[in-house]
């Protein structure tokens, strides 16, 4: 069994920046790819950005991407989310995913262990 667990996030204004960090513990990260999903009010949830933990090849929606950079701590077993150049569009719900294949995916189905959620709030 693998437990993804989320922390960071929180408040912004326009322009600012936060992060979050995502672990996923119980089982070896050799294969894995490691995703970020958000959820804004009456919205679908939406993939933002995913990262396979061999090699670290990194994929990112188009709305984010030169803004969020996704990294790994390979000491740590950490996946990071760096948002900056926030906007309000950016609020959400994010959740931190993750999938026992390297190949990485855009679809909630694709993934098998999800976080429980952070709120990132952006303010105009």
């Known amino acids: 069994q693998v437990e993804v667990v989320q922390s960071g996030g929180g408040l912004a204004h326009t322009g600012g920046s936060l992060s979050l960090s995502c672990t996923a513990s119980?089982?070896?990260?050799?294969?894995?790819?490691v995703a970020w999903f958000r959820q804004a009010p009456e919205k679908e949830r939406e993939f933002v950005a995913a990262i396979s933990w061999v090699g670290g090849s990194t994929y990112y929606t188009y709305s984010v991407r030169g803004r969020f950079t996704i990294s790994r701590d390979n000491t740590k077993g950490t996946v990071n989310l760096q948002m900056s150049s926030l906007k309000p569009e950016d609020t959400a719900i994010y959740y931190c995913a993750a999938r026992e294949s390297p190949a990485y995916g855009r679809t909630q189905a694709q993934y098998d262990y999800w976080g429980q959620g952070t709120q990132v709030t952006v303010s105009s």
């Open positions: 119980g089982r070896a990260h050799s294969n894995y790819t």
